[in-house]
């Protein structure tokens, strides 16, 4: 009997040494739940984490491309290693039950399901109060992280109310006007978007410069600048993608860390939302080297976050999807295979490729330079028959096709697609976010994480 209670145990222990805290998922062994949710850490600091469009296939993708060819297992990824469960996406939307970004991060922002296009308004347009906003109303530092415009819908929904995502500059106005008890909401803002904050009727960088922030364009003034009020905006619109990025343009991972370094000056603790915004963007252009590309850059930003909290214990990292995109499949056409070794090969995104071609003129001297693969003569001849058009979106599809014929791709739509998303988590109170949630749920946890300090 002894034996049988130490084995039980032992599980659970792990378990909780695992995850930094408590463990109550259900257990016949009452004596490892107290003993374990007693010395849950008080949660100080969230890190709450995006992948748009990070589909149960992306992820599964990446598990391919992260393989070890030498062994016969395949390798776990740095999500699966933190896998807890999965959610659903659905909006509330009087013509379409699939959501868009908007929609997804208003639920997992402030835990209304509401209309396509909403930015933390309710069904009804009325503004919704958002985490970001209870964190800063608790007196903790919050940020914003993202590789689209800061003001675009994932960022703009933890930071902003509107009744559409469409309205980016009014998005961007939010981030400065909307103050609580006096102060601005949101402490470090760093992506792209530049054209939001400096347009001809207002300019924002100045006025948040009046009022103490740092202004920085470059990963080098990043690495340099030690603000604790940060507006860092390193592109016009969204950042180039990660495999495009010149060496002045930040990794995610990069922000993120820069992020999180100053937001954790506060004894009060912070909220952090990431988002990994391009790889939806990859998705609805069916481009899967620039899909795997950002996958990659935000699970580089997502072991940060992770690396992080395991040294300061009392953090808590979420990491998600708001829905997947583009019906991405591991594998396509009756073949049973996905590759990602003629992946690696691109050294550039096919639309990097495709410019190159246009300014040029030599295909076969392009796709030499960037793409490490022996193109067959048919392949070569595609691309230089599309170039023909001078037209660089069908150059881009002439390339992209290869780079699906070669991994074999599938896609089913350029738009997004209603299945289920994993979740993935790890430190004090992960256990909430277990199992099967709805996006609303996010919120309500995290409200409550804010509140109260704990997750019971
Ligand atoms: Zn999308």
């Known amino acids: 009997m002894k034996q049988k209670k130490l084995k ?12 930094g805290g408590s463990l109550s998922i259900s257990s016949t062994n ?9 010395k849950q850490p008080e949660i100080r600091n969230i890190i709450f984490m995006v992948g748009d469009g990070m589909g149960p296939s992306t992820t599964t993708a990446l598990r391919y491309w992260r393989d070890n060819h030498h062994t016969r297992t395949m390798e776990k990824t740095t999500f699966d290693r933190y896998f807890i469960g999965k959610q659903m996406t659905y909006s509330n939307d009087s013509k379409e039950n699939i959501t868009d970004s908007a929609a997804a991060a208003t639920a997992m922002a402030t835990g209304y399901k509401t209309y396509n296009a909403a930015i933390s308004v309710d069904r009804n347009k009325k503004e919704v109060k958002t985490v970001l906003e209870a964190a800063k109303s608790a007196g903790k530092s919050t940020g914003l992280v993202s590789t689209s415009e800061l003001s675009h819908a994932t ?30 909401k949101i402490d470090v803002m760093l992506g792209g978007g530049r054209s939001n904050f400096i347009r001809k009727d207002r300019h924002l960088v100045t006025q948040f410069k009046k009022d103490g922030y740092s202004y920085i364009t470059t990963k080098q003034q ?4 030690r603000s604790n009020q940060l507006l860092g905006i390193f592109s016009k619109e969204g950042l180039p993608k990660m495999i495009d990025r010149e060496k002045s343009v930040p990794s ?27 790889i939806d963007w990859a998705e609805h252009d069916n481009d899967v080297v620039s899909t795997m590309s950002e996958t990659r850059d935000f699970e580089r ?20 999807a708001d829905h997947a995109t583009g019906g991405f499949t591991v594998g396509a056409n009756g073949n049973y295979n996905w590759f990602a070794q003629p992946l690696k090969a691109f050294k550039r995104t096919p639309a990097f490729i495709s410019q190159k071609i246009n300014e040029e003129n030599n295909v076969k001297k392009v796709l ?49 697609t209603g299945e289920d998303v994993n979740v993935y988590g ?25 509140h109260k300090g704990r997750l019971r």
Do not use: C
């Open 8 to 19: 039980t145990l032992i599980p659970f222990v792990l378990l909780a040494a695992i995850s």
């Open 30 to 38: 009452g004596e490892a739940r107290t003993e374990t949710t007693n």
């Open 155 to 184: 960022p703009g929904s933890y930071g902003a109310h509107d009744p559409d995502r469409k309205h980016m500059d009014s998005i961007a106005n939010d981030f400065y006007d909307e103050k609580i008890n006096g102060h601005h």
């Open 222 to 225: 990043l690495t340099a600048n």
């Open 252 to 278: 995610l991972k990069d922000m993120t860390t820069a992020a999180v370094e100053r937001l954790a000056t506060n004894k009060k603790g912070f909220f952090l939302m990431v988002e990994g915004s391009q």
């Open 301 to 320: 930003a997502f072991a940060a976050a992770i690396d992080f909290a395991k040294k300061d214990k009392h953090t808590l990292v979420i990491a998600t």
């Open 368 to 416: 030499k330079t960037y793409i490490d693969l022996s193109l067959t003569h048919t392949e070569i001849q595609s691309v230089e028959q599309a170039a023909t058009t001078k037209d660089v979106k069908k150059i881009s599809k002439s390339i992209k096709k290869i780079a699906d014929a070669r991994s074999v791709t599938g896609w089913t739509t350029s738009g997004h």
């Open 426 to 450: 790890y430190g004090p109170g992960v256990q909430k976010f277990s199992g099967l949630l709805d996006n609303t749920d996010q919120a309500k946890h995290i409200f409550e994480a804010i």
